[in-house]
Nanobody, 122 residues
């Protein structure tokens, strides 16, 4: 089992920045690819970003490319999502996920956190 706990969400004005963290425990963190997803009210959950076990490969949704950066620190068992130039449409609950890279990107990861709310005001 892998336990995931997100933090760092909050209220920010448009154009501002936030950094989300996802701390993991349980099985070896470096064995897993990690990802971030988000779900806005009334909408389906959508992929945001993913990173492979070493951090050498990353992928992003088109809507966040150039604004968000995913990174990981295997020594701290933590994955991060740096969010810059935030827009009101980024408002959502953000979830981290862990599994193989393919299943994470497909949104079919076996392990998920409880989510952290991000609200961007206009």
């Amino acid at each position: 089992q892998v336990q995931l706990v997100e933090s760092g969400g909050g209220l920010v004005q448009a154009g501002g920045s936030l950094r989300l963290s996802c701390a993991t425990s349980g099985r070896t963190f470096s064995n897993y690819a990690m990802g971030w997803f988000r779900q806005a009210p009334g909408k389906e959950r959508e992929f945001v970003a993913a990173i492979n076990w070493s951090g050498g490969t990353t992928s992003y949704a088109d809507s966040v490319k150039g604004r968000f950066t995913i990174s990981r620190d295997n020594a701290k068992n933590t994955v991060y999502l740096q969010m810059n130039s935030l827009k009101p449409e980024d408002t959502a609950v953000y979830y981290c996920a862990a599994d193989t890279h393919r299943t994470v990107v497909a949104g079919k990861a076996n392990y998920w956190g409880q989510g952290t709310q991000v609200t961007v005001s206009s």
